[in-house]
């Protein structure tokens, strides 16, 4: 399994960015992904997750409105379009896939769910 992040760099304040993730090598096509973010010295949290077949998507309380996953699935590529960023959202993000298709609100932000992840990308909002 191969999971490849891009598009993270440097944005302004209320400024916007797309990051992608690619992934292949999936025994079985569909599976629940996520993104996560870890800050220097915090630990990585949940940003969204979506299920396989798209049914259920759920964001963390901090970027409710301002991020939105989205999920290409003849592209085999995630998608996390974020606007409206905040310094807070300074992070490197990573790409992760889950062994189920399916994902629950208790447990969806719960890195331990997730077997597969990509290296990461940084994203730096500053002025």
């Known amino acids: 399994v191969q999971l490849v992040e891009s598009g993270g760099g440097l944005a302004q304040p209320g400024g916007s960015l797309t990051l992608s993730c690619a992934h292949s090598?999936?025994?079985?096509?569909?599976?629940?992904m996520g993104w996560f973010r870890q800050a220097p010295g915090k630990e990585r949290e949940g940003v969204s997750a979506?299920?396989?077949?798209?049914?259920?998507?759920y964001y963390a309380d901090s970027v409710k409105g301002r991020f939105t996953m989205a999920s290409d699935d003849a592209k085999n590529v995630v998608y996390l379009h974020m606007s409206d960023l905040k310094p807070e959202d300074t992070a490197v993000y990573y790409c992760?896939?889950?062994?189920?298709?399916?994902?629950?609100?208790?447990?969806?932000?719960?890195?331990?769910?997730?077997?597969?992840w990509g290296q990461g990308t940084q994203v730096t909002v500053t002025s």
């Open positions: 992760a896939a889950s062994r189920r298709t399916w994902i629950g609100s208790s447990w969806w932000s719960d890195t331990r769910e997730y077997g597969d």
């Open positions: 090598g999936f025994t079985w096509r569909y599976y629940a």
């Open positions: 979506i299920s396989a077949k798209q049914e259920d998507l």
